[in-house]
Each structure stands twice: as C-alpha cells, then as structure tokens.
C-alpha cells in the first residue's frame, strides 16, 4: 500500500508512539508512520504498551519532517536536506530518502555531508537505499573525511551495488589500496571485487608494483586485463600511469613528452583536411600558442589521427577542449573514437551521438573509458556531425590522452 506523505494526515492522530530527538519527546501515530517506515512498523509489532523510539542527534529541526507527516507540503532545502535525509534514511522511508539525497549530495556543504553521514555509520545504518544513496554520491564523498569512517563491510556494499560507476576507478582503486596495505587481512576482499570489476591499466600497474601486495590473491581478477593487453610482467615494461587529475592543467601523453623535448619525434597527428595552415591539426598538441585552434577545410565527416611513434597507450581517459566559436555551434557534437595497432582493424574506444557538451565557448570535457584494457599506437578521432548549422567543419582547441603509456 503507498501513501504518499502529505496524505498521511488523513488517517488516525492518535500519538501513540514517542520518538525522541536531542532530548527532546515527540509524540506521533504509530499506525500513520508504519505505512511508510518498516522500522516503525516492526516496533508496533514487537513493543509492548510503550512504542518508543531514539533517533540519532541529526542537526536541524525536525519540525519539518512532521510537517511532512501530517500533510504539509514541505521544500527540501539544503537547510533542511540533512535531517530529513538522516531520519528517512533511520527509518527506511525510500520517497523522502530520494528527494532529501539529491539535495544534500549535490548542494549542501562538505561538513553538513560529514555530521548525517558519520552519524549512520556510527549508528551501523546499512539499508540498502542507504547504500544506494553513497553508491550514486561516491565521487563527492571520496574526497571528504567521513572515508576513514568507513568499514571494509561499508565499502564492499558500496561498490559491489549496481548503481556503483565511478568516473575514476584508478582514484577508487588506490583509496582501498592504501588501507589495504596498513591492514591486509581486512580489506582484501574489498579489493578483490574492485580489481574483479573495476581494474585498469593504471590499477594493474599499481599492484604489480606494490611490494605489500601478493599478485596470487589476485590472479582470478588479473587473467581477463592480461589476456586482452599487451601488459608485461616484466619491470622494465610496467608502463607509465600517466593519470587524469581533475582540476589540473598538466598531465596527459602529450603534456609528458613536451615535458621531455620529445613531441615532435614522439607523437605524429594528421587530419583528413586543413582550412588553413594557420589552423593546423598540430595546434591540438602543441600549447605554445594558447588562442591556436585546428580547423578542418570541409565537414562534417573529417578525422584526426594520432600515432605514437614511440609507444603504445593503455587509454583511460581523453581530453577535448572547444575553441571560442563553440558557442555558435562549431564544436563536435557526434563522433566516434578508435584505436589500433595497425591503422587497418580499428577497436571503438569510445562514440557520442547528439552530444552537446562541448557546444559552449572553450568548454573543457574529460571522458572516462571503463575497462579500456588493450593498448592503441594509433588513435583515430572522426565526427560526424557538428553544432553548427551551415559551417560544419570539424574545429577543436585541444585534445589530450590518459592512461598507462607502454614506451617501445
């Protein structure tokens, strides 16, 4: 049976049941709450002549979740986003839990996130809306200090729950390594089922080379990244984890060889057509002039190629920056991304159809590629259409790669 909460105020007012909050009594109908709580519900089964309950000290006024009971219509605000998202969370109530969540994760301050969410960890809350909930907010939480409240029990639900998919598994996979590595015995399992799920090139090097690791535990996860790469155990081939670092202006393969003086002989990149030898394709990857842009001479089917000259990639993430006219349009907007190592049987890393989040002046957007195993020489990037609507040529600032470069 639902009921939707401003409903609720039809049914019965008798206040039968206590819940008690930083001290203080408040008297509800229990037959009201248990239509919606199962942990209400569950205490009028088993309780005696006294239905009581204590919740946890959430900060805030609980005011507004009895508002909410008895047929108000109530704003979830960040104001009110944490208490309400800690008692529906205490006492299992999936419609508030949604609503309050999507406020709190995605509005609310970093400590507001901490006070709710230690607190129901602390109270060994593990409901699986619950769960949820830090599954889909798992990339604001990793960066805020309530991580290290975290249990190897907490982890393996989070990550093992099907609406866990982290935009950086390398940044999940060395969080649950450095713990692993203080105390083994209690988080190898945890890391078991992210190198099971979630293992890349960037991870693979990080437990080869570990000294603290014993790669036995872990052969069932490593068979199928070492059956589908070019990946050696030797040290000398380890490969260089060259990461994607949100925020940062530096890292990616072309940003390390012009770091080394090595770009011009290292990296080969070319297009199907150049409107100018102003605007050429080398301008992607070479950021000595930073107002350059490539230019393709026609569209809007036109491609560019990169060849790594001395090395292969491991790909997991790439970089496109728009010029300045993308706001009128002039930015890919379907494409596709290929790889191979031979320029004849090319491997779809990635596509995007009627995608427009480059159509905005200099917008700057990173792709994730999941479980990009196989390393690329060659890598091939073709749109297909563009935001404009008469100029349909290809027009692009910037393009970087990221991964585990393989030197050759």
Excluded at 7 to 18: A, G, I, M, V
Excluded at 216 to 229: A, G, R, V, W, Y
Excluded at 322 to 335: E, F, L, R, T, V
Aim: glycine share 4%; proline share 5%.
């Amino acid at each position: 049976m639902t009921i939707p909460l401003n409903r609720l105020c039809s049914f019965s007012r008798w206040q039968d049941f206590e819940i008690k909050h930083c001290n203080t009594s408040h008297f509800i109908n229990s037959s009201v709450l248990s239509v919606y709580s199962p942990v209400i519900a569950s205490i009028r089964e088993k309780s005696g002549n006294r239905l009581f309950l204590e919740l946890p000290p959430f900060k805030g006024q609980i005011e507004d979740f009895f508002r909410l009971i008895y047929g108000e219509e109530i704003f979830i605000i960040p104001a009110n986003a944490p208490i309400l998202y800690g008692i529906s969370v205490f006492l299992q109530i999936p419609s508030l839990i949604d609503s309050s969540a999507a406020i709190l994760f995605n509005r609310c301050k970093d400590d507001e996130i901490f006070d709710v969410v230690s607190l129901l960890i602390k109270y060994d809350v593990d409901s699986i809306d619950f769960i949820q909930t830090l599954s889909n907010s798992f990339e604001r939480i990793i960066n805020l200090p309530i991580i290290n409240l975290f249990s190897p029990k907490l982890f393996y639900m989070v990550f093992d729950h099907p609406s866990f998919d982290p935009v950086d598994s390398t940044s999940v996979f060395e969080l649950i390594m450095s713990f692993y590595e203080k105390e083994p015995n209690k988080y190898i399992n945890v890391l078991k089922l992210i190198s099971s799920k979630y293992l890349n090139p960037s991870n693979l090097s990080v437990l080869v080379g570990s000294s603290s690791v014993d790669l036995n535990d872990f052969k069932d996860s490593l068979t199928e990244i070492i059956t589908n790469s070019n990946f050696s155990y030797k040290s000398s081939n380890l490969g260089i984890p060259i990461k994607y670092q949100p925020g940062s202006k530096n890292g990616g393969v072309f940003d390390y060889y012009r770091k080394s003086h090595s770009l011009s002989t290292s990296v080969s990149i070319s297009a199907s057509s150049e409107f100018k030898a102003e605007f050429s394709v080398r301008n992607l990857i070479d950021n000595s002039n930073p107002t350059a842009f490539f230019s393709s001479a026609q569209g809007p089917l036109e491609w560019i190629l990169i060849r790594l000259l001395k090395g292969s990639l491991a790909i997991t993430h790439y970089t496109l920056v728009a010029c300045d006219a993308a706001k009128n349009g002039m930015a890919p907007i379907s494409w596709t991304f290929e790889g191979s190592n031979d320029e004849v049987d090319w491997k779809t890393i990635d596509n995007h159809v009627e995608d427009r989040c480059l159509c905005s002046s200099k917008a700057e957007v990173t792709f994730p590629l999941m479980k990009t195993w196989e390393s690329f020489k060659v890598f091939r990037f073709t749109q297909i259409d563009n935001g404009g609507k008469k100029n349909k040529r290809l027009v692009l600032a910037s393009i970087e790669l990221y991964g585990v470069l393989t030197p050759q």
